[in-house]
T-cell receptor
Framework: AQSVSQHNHHVILSEAASLELGCNYS??????LFWYVQYPGQHLQLLLK??????LVKGIKGFEAEFIKSKFSFNLRKPSVQWSDTAEYFC????????????FGPGTRLSVLP | GAVVSQHPSRVICKSGTSVKIECRSL??????MFWYRQFPKQSLMLMAT?????????EQGVEKDKFLINHASLTLSTLTVTSAHPEDSSFYIC????????????FGPGTRLTVT
């Protein structure tokens, strides 16, 4: 079965620090990869997605992620975080042979200190 | 972008009663909708996949008689929690797939259910 792991449960950074959140999945076939963000009290929003092509994808709000197939990873990065980036971040995987189902990682809570 | 709404946003019910949660796609027709459950500080767990005009497909361990799903139209799916118990208290989130955009899902704002 598919599974998604995220390296950090809670990350605390100061404003302007660089961010990298790890995401690994356990499926050897073709996958679609997503990062979602959930701001406090709000619903999930898509940050970025990877279907095919350039493994470095850029999303909204200055976020980017790199798909490394050999490492089964899809890490999220941002060069300089802001206080408003405080939120829960979820990595999600959809494997072609598993139909339309998304499997979510456990989430990483990011706290940015002003 | 595509918008998915849920109603109600919060509901409190007494143990033993049933509660219905609605999920609507507002600006597209969703042949497939998904229901997730999110426990506090945890990730989303897929409960079931709802296809318009057919029976829902439930994930392993999800009681289909307790969590009734109906997808009667291309813009509406409902989740009914029957004979609710305190352990059913959770955050329920739906998502809908826009068939024009392969593999993307759009999430509703969620419904907080508290069973007393």
């Amino acid at each position: 079965a598919q599974s998604v792991s995220q390296h950090n449960h809670h990350v605390i950074l100061s404003e302007a620090a660089s961010l990298e959140l790890g995401c690994n999945y356990s499926y050897g076939g073709t996958v679609n990869l997503f990062w979602y963000v959930q701001y406090p009290g709000q619903h999930l929003q898509l940050l970025l997605k990877y279907f095919s092509g350039d493994p470095l994808v850029k999303g909204i709000k200055g976020f980017e992620a790199e798909f490394i197939k050999s490492k089964f990873s899809f890490n999220l990065r941002k060069p300089s975080v802001q206080w408003s980036d405080t939120a829960e971040y979820f990595c999600a995987v959809n494997a072609y042979n598993y139909g339309q189902n998304f499997v979510f990682g456990p989430g990483t809570r990011l706290s940015v200190l002003p | 972008g595509a918008v998915v709404s849920q109603h109600p946003s919060r509901v409190i019910c007494k143990s033993g009663t049933s509660v219905k949660i609605e999920c609507r796609s507002l600006d597209f027709q969703a042949t497939t909708m998904f229901w997730y459950r999110q426990f506090p500080k945890q990730s989303l767990m897929l409960m079931a996949t709802s296809n318009e005009g057919s029976k829902a497909t439930y994930e392993q361990g999800v009681e289909k008689d307790k969590f009734l799903i109906n997808h009667a139209s291309l813009t509406l799916s409902t989740l009914t929690v029957t004979s609710a118990h305190p352990e059913d208290s959770s955050f329920y989130i739906c998502s809908a797939r826009d068939p024009r955009k392969t593999y993307e899902q759009y999430f509703g704002p969620g419904t907080r259910l508290t069973v007393t």
